[in-house]
Structures are given as structure tokens and as C-alpha cells.
């Protein structure tokens, strides 16, 4: 079945860099989308961006540019998210999800499959 | 921006049928999905493309969408269906496409 391990939790101070990965497992890695998405304590689902595992295409809104990155490694089947220069409102669960739409139409976002979550939390 | 409106919360007894509205106009042309989330959990797919159940979800599920509003409807609700609920939708002209509603949490009573 699919499955996605995400990483542990982190602790960093503002103005520092995360860096937080998604392996995935139980299904073809090339052939869907991987999105993120945060949860920020008492808040809502929050959209960070997507990564075509096959090319390696990203796409984010223009809230994060300059601040995201993402990145795979398809030899060990893991997704990167990085968020740099770190805020306290970055801190969150950050979630790496696959959507149920393959790689050759353009992302739906329909996100069939999630990880567990990994903290993030920025404190001085 | 492309907003989706859910009320903070709802409550219902067992049994009973909770009703969950996700307002955005014209949502009724948009494709709705549904996400149920539990506290300390991965969010889960429950309903997608505004009526079709995601693999495991029990028929108690339904979705529905018209107009101005979409709805989640949770059939004899089971305690085991507290959760925040989120609708998400796509919109072109948004920044992400990709909207999320602003989740309703459901408590059973």
C-alpha cells in the first residue's frame, strides 16, 4: 500500500533553515505528484507546494517564493521540502501528501495518501 | 482569491446526521473534495469530486454540491467521527490553486 515516512521533529531558531523529506513506498515514485502542506497550531490546512518526482518540476504560491524549496531524490525515492530563513508563525506540522493525479496532466491536488506529519518548531 | 467559508464547529449525537456546508461562489462548477482530520493524525481523503467516497470510507459518508454551497453529510454518526473536517477545491485564478476550506470541527455529544 502507499506510504509515506516523513522525518522527526526539528527545533530551530528564526532565521535558520528546515529541511524536512517525504520517502515514499508502495507505488510507482515517478508517476504522482507530491504536495505539502502545513498545519499551524489552532489554524487551518495551509498549501506549500508541489514537486513532479519524474522531472522534478516544483510549483509554489508567491507567499513562499524565495523561501521553499523543493527537491527529490528518485534513487531513494524521497521528496525535500526546505524552508529557509525561518519566522515562529513557521512553526507547524508539515506534511507531505500524493495526489491521486499522475504526472502527466497538471496537478490536481487531490491528495489520496499523507505522512504522519513532521513538527516544526522555531524558537529562540 | 478563491475563498471557501465552513462554520468553526458542529455538533450532533450519535446517531445522528451531521450536516457540514462549505460555502464558495459558484463552488457548484468546482470540484469539491473533502478531508477529515483527527487530532495527532495524518489528514485522511474522505470524499472527492464533490460525491465519490475514497477507498475505506464508510456509506455513511456523502457528499453533495450546488450552487453556492457544498455539503458533507455524515449519516448515524459514530464517535469515532470527531474530527476537523476541511473541503478543498481548485481555482485557477487563486494563489495557490490549490484552496482549502477553514475546517469545521465536529464534536459528537
Known amino acids: 500500500q502507499v506510504q509515506l515516512e516523513q522525518s522527526g521533529a526539528e527545533l530551530k531558531k528564526p532565521g535558520a533553515s528546515v529541511r524536512v523529506s517525504c520517502k515514499a513506498s508502495?507505488?510507482?515514485?515517478?508517476?504522482?505528484?507530491l504536495h505539502w502542506v502545513r498545519q499551524a497550531p489552532g489554524q487551518g490546512l495551509e498549501y506549500l507546494g508541489w514537486?513532479?518526482?519524474?522531472?522534478?518540476?516544483?510549483g509554489f504560491p508567491q507567499k513562499f517564493r524565495g523561501r521553499v524549496t523543493m527537491t527529490r531524490d528518485t534513487s531513494i525515492k524521497t521528496v525535500y521540502l526546505e524552508l529557509s530563513r525561518l519566522r515562529y508563525d513557521d512553526s507547524a506540522t508539515y506534511y507531505c501528501?500524493?495526489?491521486?493525479?499522475?504526472?502527466?496532466?497538471?496537478?490536481?491536488?487531490?491528495?489520496?495518501?499523507w505522512g504522519q506529519g513532521s513538527q516544526v518548531t522555531v524558537s529562540s | 482569491s478563491y475563498v471557501l467559508t465552513q462554520p468553526p464547529s458542529v455538533s450532533v449525537a450519535p446517531g445522528q446526521t451531521a450536516t457540514l456546508p462549505c460555502g464558495g461562489d459558484n463552488i457548484g462548477r468546482k470540484s469539491v473534495h473533502w478531508y477529515q482530520h483527527k487530532p495527532g493524525q495524518a489528514p485522511v481523503l474522505a470524499v472527492y469530486n464533490d460525491n465519490d467516497r475514497h477507498s475505506g470510507i464508510p456509506d455513511r459518508f456523502s457528499g453533495s454540491n450546488s450552487g453556492n454551497t457544498a455539503i458533507l453529510t455524515i449519516s448515524r454518526v459514530e464517535a469515532g467521527d470527531e474530527a476537523d473536517y476541511y473541503c478543498q477545491v481548485w481555482d485557477r485564478d487563486s494563489d495557490p490553486p490549490y484552496v482549502f476550506g477553514t475546517g469545521t470541527k465536529v464534536t459528537v455529544l
Open positions: 501528501a500524493r495526489d491521486r493525479q499522475t504526472v502527466e496532466i497538471i496537478p490536481a491536488a487531490l491528495l489520496d495518501s
Open positions: 514537486i513532479n518526482p519524474n522531472t522534478g518540476d516544483t
Open positions: 508502495g507505488y510507482s515514485f515517478n508517476d504522482f505528484y
